[in-house]
Nanobody, 114 residues
Framework: QVQLVESGGGLVQPGGSLRLSCVAS????????MSWYRQAPGKERELVAT????????NYGHSVKGRFTISRDNAKNTVYLQMNSLKPEDTAVYLC???????WGQGTQVTVSS
C-alpha cells in the first residue's frame, strides 16, 4: 500500500535549521511531483514547496522563499525539505504529499522557540 513517512522534525531555536525527510513506498515515486505542506493550530493548511518528478522544477510559498529548499532522491524514494533561518511562525506540522495519487504522510512536528 501507499505510504509516506516524514521524519526530521523537532524543537529548534529561532535562526536554526532542520532537514525533513519523506520516504515513499507503494507507488512509482519517480513519476510523481511531490509537495511539502504545513499546518499550524487554528490555521489552514499551507503549501510550502513543490518539486517536479525529476527535480528540475521547484516552487515555494512566499513565506519560505529564500530560506527553505526542496529536493529529492529518486533512487531513495525520498523528498527532503531543508529549512534554514527558522522563525517562530514556521512552527507547524509538516506533511508531504504525492501529487500523482493525493496521498499524505502523517506529518512531523516542527517547533521553533527559544
Amino acid at each position: 500500500q501507499v505510504q509516506l513517512v516524514e521524519s526530521g522534525g523537532g524543537l529548534v531555536q529561532p535562526g536554526g535549521s532542520l532537514r525533513l525527510s519523506c520516504v515513499a513506498s507503494g507507488f512509482t515515486f519517480s513519476i510523481s511531483p511531490m509537495s511539502w505542506y504545513r499546518q499550524a493550530p487554528g490555521k489552514e493548511r499551507e503549501l510550502v514547496a513543490t518539486i517536479s518528478n525529476r527535480g528540475g522544477i521547484t516552487n515555494y510559498g512566499h513565506s519560505v522563499k529564500g530560506r527553505f529548499t526542496i529536493s529529492r532522491d529518486n533512487a531513495k524514494n525520498t523528498v527532503y525539505l531543508q529549512m534554514n533561518s527558522l522563525k517562530p511562525e514556521d512552527t507547524a506540522v509538516y506533511l508531504c504529499e504525492a501529487s500523482i495519487n493525493g496521498y499524505w504522510g502523517q506529518g512531523t512536528q516542527v517547533t521553533v522557540s527559544s
